[in-house]
């Protein structure tokens, strides 16, 4: 990385954030070292396996594979945007419900990749479910206990 | 009693808020980055280490061999795995050099920059090689530990059978694939000696490895547990090998050192599940009914001895399923080859064992024109009856009820398909699984627990077992609670730290709910009774009064905690010598059933519908247990038709999720849990181990639907679609 440092602007979690780094570093990294948000997780740094999701421009995205350069001017939004500690979304809240997260790693990637399925489908079938949770692994549940979670979000979600 | 079977998750909300903090979330003021590196050959002495002048090494921590200050042994059962090479290489990717920076960049560029001299010798990479001592790598014969267990007269019963039928099944190595890569961070300062913080099951084994490893006394070495993100086995062992290397750098940097793997280093250089070949002979008579097994099992562990010998142990005592035979003879032995060794994963030899015994017995009701069923039924063990190691099962047993409620689960779903490329199948597995150390294991181990009444009248759960996801500290929330029939929200559940933490052994074998937490229940009937005798609390109290009155108590006398440590009970007898007795205190017993639809054209194995039923005692929890059953089902459904790991010289190739498949969201079917709660008499409430328990049944049961669609005997796992392929061409 012998590039000059550059900066970059973005809005994160709601907040106007500037930083100095090198172009391609990945924002992963960014979120995790620079701005000490480590509810982004990586399990495999290939794209492979969704743990490290995050939304940019309310796409759903693996920030393991996005050089910071790509993020400038952009909004991005993290796992810690989700919920305050006395407030928990409805998917948190139906993930605890329903043991949708036993070790807990797969989890926040999990919860984003469930929330964008919900934002585009509120009413989502098993199968749909599993298609749009194709790109996250869970390694614990056998995903049983995800589609469960994702259902009874899904309820809460249409009954609001 | 009040119960909370359904207490939820209680870190669950940590986990969905992203605020649980795994090892590679934490962070040291002026901390340092470790790198490894490690031996280009499988095997070979090392000559020299060259370090490229172009790079200002005084900016580095380097550490190898020479700067280790005690023994360059990490310490499980045989003394024989270093923490780095000294001289001898015995598999790729073996460590020798350790390098610790700031900056990452700095630390992977130098990393590249380090070589070695190596005197290359010819490696090993077979079971067979092995035995037949191509090259002799480890002792005098490559067999880090055998077994013999004999039952009966099967040469006697072997002449004039009915039928006698002889298959070998092999397995191929499985990675346990947790999602969060191995790592630790080690501090170190004089006072307090080494502190190590790490994603581990069993602090007590790495503070064993590292007080050998510094020659420090117990007390000059801590090891904290930090939110590990799944495990499965593979954080048994290997953790002790990373945590001694963190603590190595930081011992000589004098600062705090970060050691976390990437993913494709954690899957070229941790631990898998060993490959297996399994040789069976079995005589039946006309109606099918078993007259001898005779069982050669054997596992390849890899460079070094580790954990092998009683995975091989497992595997042996699970060899001959959860049938009757009056004649069973089972020899086994684990081989050394030039690879990273090989070690825990859930199930722990047994998923390999199992796997052949269920394909046999298809195959053998096939060539006698029966069918799974009927071979099953006929020679299901059952109460009073005796297992290969004459252990008299004392328990209610019934198999066939197993059997019937997977079976009604499982037709009831079947769809004959309209494609007629498309194929469909069905198989079953029946097994057992036990719970706890083997044999005398648990009375050696004499592990304690126990509970502290702390200042605002909470209960802190004291024991070194740790939570990975399976739910330990829900279910000790859940069994203390119970036991003093008090709120779960009062009672403590923090990460083990060996500082305050006893030795509740290790996280494994399926024994935390069933040993620790009985062991739990008793501390908590002690407290309780320590109350009573002080005159706090009458024979019934209400939650608030006793709160008050541990807070009576503490304000004056101090402290208040409770220990209780495990005592074998006096019926429970084996024999170590002879491998003659009572193998587990209990099992579990199981029926899995699986529907699959193969297409003929592609190729692809499909499994459609799975149905897994099992007696597991008490169910503490259904939702977590439910968890554990479906999480260890995919695992097998992985085994069996996903995850095949490519070795090159000793090591695996395809160490990226890239190329190593494990199942998605959409290559499993919904998993259909049921629980049978028989047996009450053994962990807190009457629950047994479950585990391990998925993972033996799930294998076979696919690849015996498989073999009901078309027809064909598959005897290797993992199965893939060009291994169907090509059956298929050789059918033709
Ligand atoms: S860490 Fe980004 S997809 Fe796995
Ligand atoms: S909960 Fe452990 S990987 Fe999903």
């Given at each position: 990385m012998n590039t000059q440092k550059i900066k970059i602007q973005f809005t994160l979690n709601n907040q106007e954030t500037i930083i100095t780094t090198?172009?391609?570093?990945?924002l992963i990294d960014v979120l995790r070292?620079?701005?000490?948000?480590?509810?982004?997780?990586?399990?495999?740094?290939?794209?492979?396996?969704?743990?490290c999701a995050v939304f940019i421009n309310g796409e759903l995205v693996?920030?393991?594979?996005?050089?910071?350069?790509?993020?400038?001017?952009t909004i991005v939004s993290t796992?810690?945007?989700?919920?305050s500690d006395f407030e928990l979304d409805r998917i948190q809240e139906s993930f605890i419900n329903n043991n949708?997260?036993?070790?807990?790693?797969c989890t926040p990637g999990m919860i984003l990749a469930s929330s964008a399925l919900l934002m585009k489908n509120a009413n989502p079938n098993e199968q749909e479910i599993r298609t749009n949770l194709a790109g996250n692994l869970c390694r614990?549940?056998?995903?049983n206990k995800i589609l469960d979670s994702v259902k009874e979000a899904s309820k809460l979600i249409r009954k609001k | 009693m009040k119960k909370f079977s359904n207490l939820r998750r209680v870190e669950g909300k940590s986990k969905v808020t992203g605020t649980a903090l795994f090892i590679d979330d934490l962070n040291f003021p002026d901390m340092l980055h470790g790198i490894t590196v490690r031996s280009p050959v499988a095997r070979g002495i090392l000559k020299k280490i060259h370090f490229d002048?172009?790079?200002?090494?005084?900016?580095f921590v380097i550490v190898t061999?020479?700067?280790?200050?005690?023994?360059?042994i990490i310490h499980l059962?045989?003394?024989?795995?270093?923490?780095?090479?000294?001289?001898?290489?015995?598999?790729?990717?073996?460590?020798i050099v350790l390098l610790a920076h700031h900056d990452q960049q700095k630390l992977s560029e130098a990393s590249t920059k380090i070589s070695f001299e190596i005197e290359t010798l010819p490696a090993i990479f077979t079971i067979d090689d092995s035995i037949n001592k191509k090259?002799?790598?480890?002792?005098?014969?490559?067999?880090?530990k055998k077994y013999y267990i004999n039952k009966g007269d099967i040469d006697l019963a072997f002449k004039d059978a009915f039928h006698v039928f002889e298959q070998t099944y092999r397995t191929l190595h499985q990675e346990q694939l947790y999602i969060e890569p191995q790592g630790a961070i080690a501090a170190y300062n004089e006072l307090e000696g080494i502190t190590v913080w790490g994603s581990l099951q069993c602090p007590y084994y790495v503070h064993g490895a590292l007080t050998n490893l510094f020659n420090f006394?117990?007390?000059?070495v801590r090891i904290i547990q930090s939110e590990?993100?799944?495990?499965?086995?593979?954080k048994e062992d290997y953790p002790s090998m990373i945590a001694g290397h963190a603590a190595l750098l930081a011992y000589k940097a004098k600062k705090p050192v970060k050691l976390i793997y990437k993913r494709a280093e954690d899957l070229q250089v941790t631990t898998k599940r060993h490959p297996s070949q399994t040789t069976i002979k079995t005589a039946v008579d006309e109606g099918g009914k078993l007259l001898a097994m005779d069982i050669a099992f054997l596992l390849?562990?890899?460079?070094?001895?580790?954990l092998s010998e009683v995975v091989l142990s497992r595997g042996t005592l699970h060899a001959a399923g959860p049938y009757f035979c009056e004649n069973i003879r089972i020899k086994s032995k684990v081989m050394a080859t030039n690879s990273p060794p090989n070690g825990a994963f859930r199930g722990f030899g047994a998923p390999q064992s199992i796997f052949a015994m269920e394909r046999h017995l298809d195959n053998v009701a096939r060539s006698i024109g029966i069918t799974p069923e009927k071979i099953r039924t006929i020679n299901f063990i059952k109460r009073g009856q005796t297992t290969a190691t004459n252990q008299v099962l004392d328990e209610k047993l019934d198999f066939d009820s197993l059997l019937s409620t997977t079976l009604s689960k499982l037709k009831k779903d079947t769809k004959k398909s309209k494609h007629k490329h498309i194929k469909s199948g069905i198989g079953i597995a029946t097994f057992m699984h036990g719970a706890?150390?083997?044999?005398?294991g648990e009375k050696y181990l004499a592990s304690v627990a126990g509970i502290e009444a702390m200042d605002d009248g909470k209960i802190k759960i004291l024991c070194a077992s740790t939570e990975m996801g399976q739910g330990r500290n829900t279910i000790f929330a859940q069994v203390v609670s119970e036991t003093l029939g008090?709120?779960?929200?009062h009672i403590l559940t923090p990460a083990p730290d060996t500082l305050e933490a006893p030795?509740?052994?290790?996280?494994?074998?399926?024994?935390?709910?069933?040993i620790v937490g009985k062991l739990l229940e008793h501390a908590a009937n002690g407290l309780r009774n320590t109350l009573l005798a002080a005159g706090l609390i009458p024979e019934k109290y209400t939650e608030a009064k006793f709160i008050q009155a541990l807070k009576i108590y503490k304000k004056k006398y101090g402290t208040l905690k409770s220990f209780h440590q495990y005592k074998q009970p006096e019926h429970i007898k084996w024999d170590d010598q002879t491998?003659?007795?009572?193998?587990?205190?209990t099992f579990a017993w199981a029926c899995y059933g699986a529907q699959v639809s193969v297409n003929?054209?592609?190729y692809e194995i499909k499994v459609d519908n799975f149905v897994a039923t099992q007696e597991v005692?008490?169910?503490?929890?259904r939702k977590l247990a439910e968890g554990q059953i479906e999480g260890g089902i995919a695992q097998g459904i992985g085994f069996a038709i996903f995850e095949k790991a490519i070795f090159k010289d000793g090591v695996?190739?395809?160490?990226?999720f890239t190329n190593y498949i494990m199942p998605t969201a959409l290559d499993l079917p919904r998993i259909h849990v049921y629980f049978k709660e028989w047996n009450?008499?053994?962990?807190?409430?009457g629950a047994k181990g479950i585990?391990?328990?998925?993972?033996?049944g799930s294998g076979p049961a696919v690849i015996n639907a498989v073999a009901d669609a078309l027809n064909i005997c598959p005897d290797?796992?993992?199965?893939l679609p060009e291994d169907l392929m090509n059956d298929m061409e050789f059918l033709k």
């Open positions: 090198y172009p391609m570093k990945r070292d620079d701005l000490h948000l480590t509810g982004t997780k990586e399990g495999c740094g290939e794209g492979e396996c969704g743990a693996n920030s393991c594979l996005v050089p910071i350069i790509q993020v400038d001017g796992i810690e945007n989700f919920a949708g997260a036993q070790c807990g790693i614990c549940t056998g995903y | 002048p172009s790079i200002n090494w005084n900016d061999a020479k700067d280790i200050p005690g023994q360059n059962i045989k003394e024989d795995w270093p923490f780095l090479v000294g001289e001898r290489i015995n598999h790729k990717g073996e460590a090259e002799i790598i480890w002792g005098d014969d490559n067999c880090f006394s117990n007390e000059k590990t993100g799944g495990a499965f086995g593979g390849d562990g890899g460079a070094y001895a580790t706890g150390f083997t044999g005398s008090i709120d779960p929200h030795n509740s052994g290790p996280t494994v074998a399926s024994r935390t709910s069933m491998y003659q007795g009572d193998a587990y205190p003929t054209l592609t005692g008490r169910v503490l929890n695996m190739i395809n160490n990226s009450k008499d053994y962990g807190p409430g585990g391990e328990l998925p993972l033996d290797t796992i993992p199965y």
